[in-house]
């Protein structure tokens, strides 16, 4: 059985209706609809995505609270850069304001920030703030937020596959021994177990390049609301859709999230 089988942890806290809530380790989260969101209500785009920080705080918080570990959050993909500059400007600069606004909070939430994506190519004062806030809250042992930003599910496979050539080719590891073990511990944060629950909000029923090779065994959770009003509440009923779930691993004993 993967280690994903066992990954709940009990929770005292009342979940919407019920007690006692198994809350799953890990959930990641495609957070989509901040433009349709905006569009509905005649506002520019950008007012989605202001929205959607501001719902980012609230889920982020959420997730503390029902003592979920890790938070992925689908922040900005591999395929966004082919979005209009100003877009893509608006974007950045509300990265950097969340990390320069919010990451003191976070830090005194007891929350550890990573970030997984291909940093490289990031302008260097993005650069500087993701690694600043990594290492703020690298001592921090509350919930994890997982950042993928500049992030493609392929591509970070691509990097695993990049580096497991490099090993074989100096001798430090035999090609007959890459297992799907070793392809995990050369993704971007090998140390972070799968994603128990995938959420993606607007109705879309996709992964978009997201997580791809960590969402074997993840159930999917498809949200039929925007971004923008995703809250405590909407993060609750996708839990507790999980939890109806029937999560078998690819074997014949059934197991539930409950
Ligand atoms: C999808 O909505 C959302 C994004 C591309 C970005 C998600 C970003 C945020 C929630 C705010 C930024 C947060 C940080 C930390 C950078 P969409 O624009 O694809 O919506 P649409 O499909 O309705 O057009």
Do not use: C
């Not at 942890?9 to 009342?14: F, G, H, I, S």
């Not at 940093?119 to 703030?129: A, E, F, Q, S, V």
């Amino acid at each position: 059985m993967s280690d994903a089988a066992n990954s709940t942890t009990k929770v005292t806290q009342p979940l919407g209706a019920s007690d006692g809530f198994e809350i799953p380790r890990h959930v990641a989260i495609i957070m989509d609809g901040n433009g349709r969101w905006a569009a509905a209500r005649g506002l520019p785009r950008v007012e989605g995505h202001r929205r959607g920080v501001e719902a980012l705080r609230k889920t982020v918080r959420a997730a503390g609270d029902l003592g979920i570990g890790v938070l992925t959050i689908f922040s900005f993909s591999s395929e966004n850069w082919s979005r209009p500059q100003s877009e893509i400007r608006d974007l950045l600069s509300l990265l950097r304001r969340f990390i320069r606004n919010d990451l003191a909070d976070l830090h005194k939430s007891n929350v550890r920030v990573r970030v997984i994506g291909e940093r490289g190519d990031l302008d260097p004062d993005i650069r500087r703030l993701l690694q600043e806030a990594e290492d703020l809250t690298h001592g921090n042992d509350g919930l994890s937020l997982v950042v993928a930003f500049n992030y493609g599910a392929r591509q970070e496979i691509a990097r695993a596959v990049r580096r497991i050539a490099l090993d074989v080719a100096q001798g430090r590891l035999a090609a007959d021994d890459v297992t799907p073990e070793h392809i995990a511990h050369y993704l971007d944060a090998p140390d972070i177990p799968d994603p128990d629950v995938i959420i993606r909000t607007s109705g879309e029923q996709r992964l978009s390049n997201f997580l791809l090779w960590q969402a074997a065994y993840s159930e999917l959770v498809f949200v039929p609301i925007n971004w923008p009003d995703f809250d405590r509440s909407a993060l609750e009923s996708a839990i507790a859709e999980y939890h109806r779930r029937e999560r078998r691993f690819g074997g014949l004993v059934a197991q539930t999230g409950s």
